[in-house]
């Protein structure tokens, strides 16, 4: 394959991994408080159609940003609210969720099927970084939110292992019990923690309306990408660098079918190019789904255990 084309793939996967990054970083924070949410999917679709609204109704971006991001935090705070006050079952709300979030954002978006967005964002190349032979043009070229989703990762890998507030996060998702006791609000943290994770998932899905695709097509515009996240938390260990490159990995798998036809390579059918992300989250799935394994990686010990004051 042509090195141009290898290097245009892997900007490629770095855009494509972006929103992947902020969902992911967002679910491990809410599962490091021992909420699991499922609902990532249907918070990022409501995100993506309320950036798209809102951008094209105020000719900016950033508007449409701030927008999708604050939808997926509203969502979230329903998954609070049925999750750590009502003490739901965590899996049944966080697919009621997805049902509701997808749902909704296909009415809202109705009016606007198939309609391109502008503007959109744009790229930022960055001097002098952006000349460096090969890894320039794959990391420097691209536009402020990918530069943001490694703020976004870099503060929250110190948040939860620097600060008193994220060793507090931590406790609370392996044993609520003892950080109850030590005078934590357990509640708080895990209302904090899921709705700054919705924050976040609605920031994927609008970055994936306002950058990654061209017009609103209904589920089609996320395309499943909020599982690959959910997956993508546990292929990380709960860890923001791994999800950082985790997220590349799978936005690389997204890519390559583009970049395969691209270079002419018509040896493996482009169906099967368009199912290798999904087969990947698959494989991740099955291969971590025992709990030997899960232990072994990190996951919290309270994680989907609702918690009662009362019985402790």
Not at 48 to 54: G, I, M, N, P, S
Not at 142 to 164: E, G, I, N
Not at 233 to 240: E, K
């Amino acid at each position: 394959m042509n090195d141009a084309v290898w290097v245009l793939t892997l900007a490629a996967a770095v855009s494509a991994g972006t929103p992947l990054v902020f969902a992911a970083v967002g679910e491990i924070l809410a599962e490091k408080s021992g909420v699991l949410n499922l609902g990532v999917e249907g918070m990022m679709l409501l995100g993506a159609v309320t950036a798209f609204l809102a951008a094209a109704a105020s000719g900016s971006p950033l508007v449409g940003l701030l927008a999708g991001t604050l939808a997926g935090g509203g969502l979230a705070v329903v998954h609070a609210f049925l999750s750590v006050t009502m003490r739901a079952n965590q899996i049944v709300s966080g697919l009621a969720l997805v049902i509701f979030g997808t749902g909704l954002a296909t009415f809202l978006g109705n009016p606007i099927e198939g309609d391109p967005l502008k503007p959109g964002i744009v790229d930022l190349r960055i001097p002098i970084l952006a000349d460096i032979p090969v890894v320039g043009r794959i990391l420097f070229d691209q536009d402020p939110l990918v530069y943001a989703s490694w703020l976004v990762v870099a503060l929250a890998a110190f948040y939860m292992t620097r600060t008193r507030t994220g060793l507090a996060l931590r406790a609370c998702g392996e044993s609520p019990e003892t950080a109850d006791a030590m005078g934590l609000s357990v509640a708080r943290l895990r209302y904090v923690h899921v709705i700054v994770g919705g924050l976040l998932a609605g920031a994927g899905g609008a970055y994936q309306i306002l950058a990654r695709v061209p017009s609103w097509s209904g589920a089609g515009t996320t395309a499943g990408i909020g599982w690959i996240a959910l997956a993508l938390v546990v292929f990380a260990a709960w860890r923001p660098w791994r999800a950082l490159l985790g997220a590349y990995l799978f936005g690389a798998a997204l890519a390559a079918n583009f970049a395969l036809q691209a270079a002419g390579v018509d040896a493996i059918p482009a169906e099967f190019l368009s199912m290798l992300p999904y087969l990947l989250t698959i494989l991740v799935l099955v291969i971590l789904s025992a709990s030997s394994a899960r232990k072994r990686l990190g996951a919290p010990a309270a994680l989907g255990v609702p918690y009662a004051r009362e019985e402790r």
